[in-house]
Structures are given as structure tokens and as C-alpha cells.
């Protein structure tokens, strides 16, 4: 478990600064400044800390837009709507299954950044630079697998570049927000699946207390427990969490 905390933390942190560097020339010369006076170097030492500080604290803000996190919980919060528990599940066990399905998701995007990056940056076999890219390039491959061309055109024509030629040229800066309207996208879609035989429940109870004059009975009362009870008898939670994993192959 240590070493796959140490993983995702090593990911967020080179994701962050490989996107940092590649959206600010200003923040890329800062982090290479290397001048001949212990002063400046000292200054730049600084400005290395101030800037890794700030790389880790946009970590969630990483975790949540740039893995699979954001489809799982957009989709785990439509479940709960739609059976209309309310507060059941609660945030934190909604949040706490929407994480370890991410751990699980994201396993062999981050065994390659392990094989590829953090070891042999650890074992002093690459430079912090080499290692960057390294570890870029596996969540770049995830995330262009669920991104839609359609987002991706979109962002790279608001971006006044060049078209590109194949995915290497599209920077990172272009692919997150392509990657994270894709997947609100998906989200929607499976929600809207979801939704639609809780739905009709609603529809026939609310049609049968019409017709029997009980208008001032709320229809929510009555179709909740066979919303429960079909989700209970369906294996609902099986069939979302599956519905999850295998929509990221």
C-alpha cells in the first residue's frame, strides 16, 4: 500500500509540474535557473521549494480532474439521486468508493510511471527532467484513450495552434480540459441509464395514487421502497461498480 501511495503521490507531483512548466515559460526557467553566485543559487533553491509546495497542493485538484475519479463519482452521486435516499449513501462513502475504484483503475497507468520513472529516478539512472517526461507519458495515454476527438478538436482550435499531426504534438495543457468535458460526458450518459428505471417507478406509483384520489399522499413515500427493492434484487451496487471499470477499457 506505501508503495502505491508513493506512486500516485509521485504521479500528481510530475503530472502538476510537467503541466506547470509546459503552461508558463516563466515557471520552466525558474525551475533550470542555475546562476554562478551562491546567492542566486540560493534564491532559485527557494523558489524550487515554493513552487514543489505549490505543485503538491493543487495534488487533489490532479487526482480528481486527471484520473478516472471524476466519472466514478459523477456517476456514484446520479445513483444516489435517483434512488432519492438523500444523504444514504453518505459524501464520505461515496467519496471513500469513489477513490479506491480510482487506486484500482489507475493501477497500470501508475506501474508504469513506477518502472519507467520513479525507480530509475530514484536510483539516480535519469535526470528530474527525463523523469518528467517519463512519467508524463503514461497518463497522457490514459487519459487520450477516454478523451473524444471532438473535445480535443475543440480545445486545440481555441488554442490558435497548429494542427497537430499525431497525439505527441497535442500539449498537456489541451488535453486535460478535453479529457475532463469527455468524461463529464460519460458521466452523463451513464446517469441518465441509470436514471431511467428508478424513473419509471415514479411514473407508475405517481399514476396509480392519481387514480385512486391519494394526491395528497407524496409519491416519493411509495416508490421508495421498490426502488430499494429492485436495486437490492438487481445487485445494483455490483452491476454500477462493474459498469465503472470495464467503461475504462
Given at each position: 500500500?506505501?508503495?502505491?501511495?508513493?506512486?500516485?503521490?509521485?504521479?500528481?507531483?510530475?503530472?502538476?509540474?510537467?503541466?506547470?512548466?509546459?503552461?508558463?515559460?516563466?515557471?520552466?526557467a525558474v525551475l533550470t535557473l542555475d546562476l554562478g553566485n551562491n546567492g542566486a543559487q540560493q534564491t532559485s533553491s527557494?523558489?524550487?521549494?515554493?513552487?514543489?509546495?505549490?505543485?503538491?497542493?493543487?495534488?487533489?485538484?490532479?487526482?480528481?480532474?486527471?484520473?478516472?475519479?471524476?466519472?466514478?463519482?459523477?456517476?456514484?452521486?446520479?445513483?444516489?439521486?435517483?434512488?432519492?435516499?438523500?444523504?444514504?449513501?453518505?459524501?464520505?462513502?461515496?467519496?471513500?468508493?469513489?477513490?479506491?475504484?480510482?487506486?484500482?483503475?489507475?493501477?497500470?497507468?501508475?506501474?508504469?510511471?513506477?518502472?519507467?520513472?520513479?525507480?530509475?529516478?530514484?536510483?539516480?539512472?535519469?535526470?528530474?527532467?527525463?523523469?518528467?517526461?517519463?512519467?508524463?507519458?503514461?497518463?497522457?495515454?490514459?487519459?487520450?484513450?477516454?478523451?473524444?476527438?471532438?473535445?480535443?478538436?475543440?480545445?486545440?482550435?481555441?488554442?490558435?495552434?497548429?494542427?497537430?499531426?499525431?497525439?505527441?504534438?497535442?500539449?498537456?495543457?489541451?488535453?486535460?480540459?478535453?479529457?475532463?468535458?469527455?468524461?463529464?460526458?460519460?458521466?452523463?450518459?451513464?446517469?441518465?441509464?441509470?436514471?431511467?428505471?428508478?424513473?419509471?417507478?415514479?411514473?407508475?406509483?405517481?399514476?396509480?395514487?392519481?387514480?385512486?384520489?391519494?394526491?395528497?399522499?407524496?409519491?416519493?413515500?411509495?416508490?421508495l421502497p421498490f426502488k430499494l427493492l429492485l436495486f437490492v434484487l438487481v445487485d445494483g451496487w455490483h452491476l454500477v461498480?462493474?459498469?465503472?471499470?470495464?467503461?475504462?477499457?
Amino acid at each position: 500500500m506505501k508503495s502505491r501511495l508513493l506512486k500516485f503521490a509521485f504521479g500528481w507531483g510530475v503530472l502538476g509540474l510537467g503541466i506547470l512548466q509546459q503552461a508558463s515559460p516563466v515557471l520552466a526557467a525558474v525551475l533550470t535557473l542555475d546562476l554562478g553566485n551562491n546567492g542566486a543559487q540560493q534564491t532559485s533553491s527557494s523558489l524550487q521549494i515554493l513552487l514543489l509546495l505549490t505543485v503538491l497542493s493543487i495534488a487533489p485538484a490532479i487526482l480528481v480532474l486527471m484520473t478516472s475519479f471524476t466519472r466514478i463519482i459523477v456517476v456514484l452521486s446520479f445513483v444516489r439521486n435517483a434512488l432519492g435516499t438523500q444523504q444514504l449513501p453518505p459524501n464520505q462513502v461515496l467519496i471513500g468508493l469513489a477513490l479506491f475504484l480510482t487506486f484500482f483503475v489507475m493501477e497500470p497507468t501508475w506501474n508504469d510511471i513506477n518502472a519507467q520513472a520513479l525507480q530509475p529516478y530514484m536510483n539516480n539512472k535519469i535526470t528530474q527532467t527525463e523523469a518528467l517526461q517519463k512519467a508524463e507519458e503514461p497518463l497522457r495515454t490514459f487519459m487520450f484513450k477516454q478523451t473524444r476527438e471532438k473535445d480535443l478538436e475543440l480545445f486545440v482550435g481555441m488554442a490558435k495552434m497548429e494542427r497537430p499531426k499525431t497525439y505527441h504534438d497535442i500539449p498537456t495543457y489541451v488535453l486535460i480540459p478535453s479529457f475532463i468535458i469527455s468524461e463529464l460526458k460519460t458521466a452523463f450518459q451513464m446517469g441518465f441509464a441509470i436514471f431511467i428505471p428508478f424513473m419509471v417507478i415514479d411514473m407508475i406509483v405517481s399514476s396509480t395514487l392519481m387514480s385512486m384520489g391519494m394526491m395528497m399522499l407524496p409519491p416519493m413515500m411509495i416508490s421508495l421502497p421498490f426502488k430499494l427493492l429492485l436495486f437490492v434484487l438487481v445487485d445494483g451496487w455490483h452491476l454500477v461498480v462493474q459498469s465503472l471499470v470495464t467503461s475504462f477499457h
